[in-house]
């Protein structure tokens, strides 16, 4: 079935780090995909996303470049912010609106 | 417009009672899909409803069903609620007519006790 991996958190960085969260899916067909951010205490909110192929995602500095070949979509800002610490979840669906996350990555961003 | 609205924000029940969660979707959205978040099993699909009829389910037990109404607001309800049904249940909707960006609510979360 399908399925989306991804790295294991905690990262921490200093601010103005660079960042590389890494994500890899497994599907049958040919998935839009997705990255969501969830702030403490609050849902998810779509960050970014690529509906297909070579498509790149990209929001507030953050990008992602939806690669068939590799199957992967890794998320990637230039330089964090304190405000940037959260959970990140990659996700894929198909048109029946059905989300597949993977199990989130946090990150910690320190002054 | 107003975004996605999940109402109560907080719920404590004990076992073998039974919970009805509500769902506001974001005005001219028609459907609605939930979700179950947890520590250990992640960010789980329970179903999604779509002008009134469920158009696709999770891997849960009966005792989660919902529904939706004309207006698109949708309920859950988890009856003989267990411990590990404790979690943040997260409903999120889409307009339904082509794409498939989906805007969730804060959430509910649900401790049983």
């Known amino acids: 079935g399908d399925s989306v991996t991804q790295m294991e958190g905690p990262v921490t960085l200093s601010e103005e780090a660079f960042l590389t969260i890494n994500c890899t899916y497994t599907?049958?067909?040919?998935?839009?995909l997705f990255w969501y951010v969830q702030y403490p205490g609050e849902g998810l909110q779509l960050l970014l996303k690529a509906t297909k192929a070579d498509d790149k995602g990209s929001n507030k500095g953050f990008e992602a470049t939806y690669r068939k070949e590799t199957t992967s979509f890794h998320l990637e800002k230039g330089s964090v912010q304190v405000s940037d610490s959260a959970v990140y979840f990659c996700?894929?669906?198909?048109?029946?609106?059905?989300?597949?996350f993977g199990t989130g990555t946090r990150l910690q961003v320190f002054p | 417009k107003a975004g996605v609205t999940q109402t109560p924000r907080y719920l404590i029940k004990t076992r073998g009672q039974q919970v009805t969660l509500s769902c506001s979707p974001i005005?001219?959205?028609?459907?609605v899909s939930w979700y179950q978040q947890t520590p250990g099993q992640g960010l789980q699909f329970l179903f999604e409803?779509?002008?009134?009829?469920?158009?696709n389910k999770g891997n849960f037990p009966g005792r989660f069903s919902g529904r939706q109404f004309s207006n698109s607001r949708s309920e859950m309800n988890v009856s003989t609620l267990e411990l590990g049904d404790s979690a943040l249940y997260l409903c999120?909707?889409?307009?339904?007519?082509?794409?498939?960006?989906?805007?969730f609510g804060p959430g509910t979360r649900l401790t049983v006790l």
């Open positions: 999120a909707s889409l307009s339904g007519r082509g794409g498939n960006e989906q805007f």
């Open positions: 996700a894929l669906s198909y048109n029946t609106d059905k989300l597949i």
């Open positions: 599907a049958t067909g040919y998935p839009s």
């Open positions: 005005s001219g959205h028609r459907s």
């Open positions: 409803y779509f002008s009134e009829t469920q158009r």
